[in-house]
């Protein structure tokens, strides 16, 4: 069966640099969510999409934005990147109901190393 | 504002010992609950969730919770755990319209042998 895909899988970006990244959902799943986990860390929403429109806010840095894009992949734009930015970013898709029987599969992540 | 509360950081057993790993949540409306998986270097897999129904959950690799409204808790257990279930637990929350997950900080469970 088809997953959530994460590209890239890792990342190497210096301080202030800029990154991007990729979330490919599940087909017909059009809620998209972005999560943030630090070292030893539980992972912290960021922010969520659905049918192209911004649905939910959490603790996303006004450096970071974000999108949904006409074929539901979102991306993730991170800017002046921080060390404190080094972290596993998750994303995860959903159908429109997420607690029916689908719910929620998160991708692998994409290891972000701020150096 | 929704939140979980895992009550061991870090849980030790000996292979083929019972455990349980607790959770607790804060809402004042319906919950949705789940477990989660993540083994060292890799993504969130699900072990189970409550949704509605019976409040006993059964989930992959032999691993079971139950919804306690009255104690507002969620706890993970396994009869008899086994090496390969040394990873990090997390429980979820999910309430409302929203629709995002709010995870606790974790519970690392090592099976000795």
């Known amino acids: 069966a088809a997953g959530v895909i994460q590209s890239p899988r890792h990342l190497i970006k210096e301080k202030r640099e800029t990154a991007t990244l990729k979330c490919y959902p599940i087909?017909?799943?059009?809620?998209v969510y972005w999560y943030q986990q630090g070292p030893g860390q539980d992972p912290q929403f960021l922010i969520s999409f659905y049918e192209k429109m911004q649905s939910d806010k959490g603790s996303i840095p006004d450096r970071f934005s974000a999108q949904q894009f006409s074929d539901y992949h979102s991306e993730l734009n991170m800017s002046s990147l921080e060390l404190g930015d080094s972290a596993l970013y998750f994303c995860a898709s959903s159908p429109p109901s997420p607690t029916g029987q689908s719910g929620y599969t998160f991708g692998s992540g994409t290891r972000l190393t701020v150096v | 504002a929704q939140s979980v509360t895992q009550l061991d950081s870090q849980v030790p057993v000996f292979e083929e010992a019972p455990v349980e790993l607790r959770c607790n949540y804060s809402?004042?409306?319906?919950?949705?609950l789940f477990w989660y998986v993540q083994y060292p270097n890799q993504g969130l897999q699900l072990l189970l969730k409550y949704l509605s129904g019976s409040t006993l959950v059964k989930g992959i690799n032999g691993f079971e919770a139950e919804f306690n409204k009255s104690q507002t808790s969620f706890h993970l257990r396994k009869p008899s755990v086994h090496i390969s279930d040394t990873a990090e637990y997390f429980c979820?929350?999910?309430?409302?319209?929203?629709?995002?997950?709010?995870f606790g900080k974790g519970t690392l469970l090592t099976v000795n042998p």
């Open positions: 979820a929350v999910s309430m409302g319209s929203n629709y995002k997950l709010t």
């Open positions: 809402s004042s409306v319906s919950v949705y």
């Open positions: 087909p017909r799943h059009d809620t």
